[in-house]
């Protein structure tokens, strides 16, 4: 490892499906690259992360299920509130004990059905996604069958938090999912999810894009994160081919002095991971690190309230090849701009689900995201007797009972 006194970039490029571990380089440096104009949407006032306060804004209601579909599966396999998915449980938690929630579904605005999709884990801790979609479909056929709400416009005010790797296509492998494509029967719901990736099959329209689950106390004791060894591919295999014996520090492993690094770093490489999304992303923002963005369609979390542009660098593919003189070129004004807003400690509680929740976190920005979608438009509504979802549309093993 370099001396903290000298500009280094180091990054772990491990990953592995279950969990899209793209590594992040760490440069003590300079540089500068601008945005791909209408690529990113952009949100924070001056540089600050948009300030909404969703209580008394809207009001959710959220279904009581059977344990079956969350608490008795956490029971049964703790591990999952430990995952980079474990949202789902949290998110749970939290409108348990938060004000929107309304015990009246006639006054609610929204439907929350809490479904626990990657709990079904291997040996070693992977979700595996392949009973996600029976499990889902028989939450959604419980709910349509003792309440009236879902039937009334096919679901199109419930939203639900699907973490997998590439969201509601419930795969983690890409090809897989882009075939199966988002279960039929939540096209019409609003989806919570971190896969976010423009013109892709399992993003529709409308969905809010959430950082990964990082565990708050793990940020900040600064222990180490092991990265299970992978495959290399796109952006980071060229990152290391390119630069693993230049002004770049990257190897395949983990450092054990992997989060100070980040903290000495004036930049972190974010290439993308399994799925177009990191958990590096969350660690950068938290460290105070500029982080660098490789990926050309990313859509990123909470893009209409974090201001990305203002404490990020966008870097097409493309353009890997080139990233020393890209970054070297930055002005150190820019740079200084950047670390001032990382520095606002409102970035980093975007970022995080905290416990207890907190305003500005991670779970208030999901609020206001569904707050900002209110009121529903009047095309969700349906006619009497209409119906757009196929109840047997799908897979033939997601139509088996759970």
Request: with cysteine.
């Amino acid at each position: 490892m370099a001396s903290s006194a000298r500009p280094i970039v180091t990054a772990s490029l491990s990953s592995a499906p279950g969990g899209s571990s793209a590594g992040c380089g760490l440069l003590g440096g300079v540089g500068r690259r601008g945005r791909r104009n209408g690529d990113v949407g952009v949100g924070g006032s001056a540089g600050d992360v948009l300030e909404d306060n969703p209580i008394g804004r809207l009001k959710v209601f959220i279904y009581d299920l059977p344990s079956k579909y969350n608490k008795r599966i956490v029971t049964k396999d703790p591990r999952c509130l430990h995952h980079m998915f474990a949202a789902e449980i949290f998110m749970h938690r939290f409108y348990l004990s938060s004000a929107v929630q309304t015990l009246n579904p006639e006054e609610a605005d929204w439907f929350y059905t809490p479904v626990y999709t990657t709990c079904d884990l291997t040996p070693a801790g992977l979700p595996l996604p392949f009973k996600s979609p029976r499990m889902m479909r028989s939450a959604i056929q419980f709910i349509s069958n003792k309440w009236p709400f879902w039937n009334r416009i096919d679901g199109a005010d419930h939203f639900f938090v699907v973490p997998h790797d590439f969201g509601a296509c419930f795969h983690y492998q890409e090809e897989k999912a882009i075939e199966r494509g988002i279960l039929p029967m939540l096209r019409r719901a609003t989806l919570v999810q971190t896969f976010g990736q423009k013109n892709h099959v399992c993003l529709k329209e409308g969905s809010i894009i959430i950082p990964p689950y990082a565990r708050p106390q793990k940020m900040q004791a600064h222990l180490v994160m092991t990265l299970r060894v992978g495959i290399m591919r796109g952006a980071r295999a060229s990152l290391w081919e390119n630069f693993k014996n230049n002004l770049f520090d990257i190897s395949t492993d983990h450092p054990v002095t992997y989060y100070e690094d980040m903290q000495r770093a004036v930049f972190c490489l974010c290439p993308l991971g399994w799925a177009p999304w990191s958990p590096r992303l969350v660690e950068a923002v938290v460290f105070g690190c500029i982080p660098v963005i490789i990926d050309d369609d990313i859509v990123v979390p909470f893009a209409d309230a974090i201001p990305w542009e203002d404490i990020g660098v966008f870097v097409d593919e493309e353009d890997v090849p080139k990233l020393d003189s890209i970054l070297t070129s930055i002005p150190i004004e820019d740079i200084l701009r950047k670390q001032r807003l990382l520095a606002n400690p409102s970035m980093k509680k975007a970022m995080l689900f905290p416990q207890p929740a907190q305003p500005r976190d991670a779970f208030h920005q999901i609020l206001n995201g569904l707050a900002r979608k209110l009121p529903h438009m009047q095309s969700v509504y349906l006619q009497p007797g209409e119906k757009h979802l196929n109840w047997t549309a799908g897979p033939a093993g997601d139509l088996k009972p759970w």
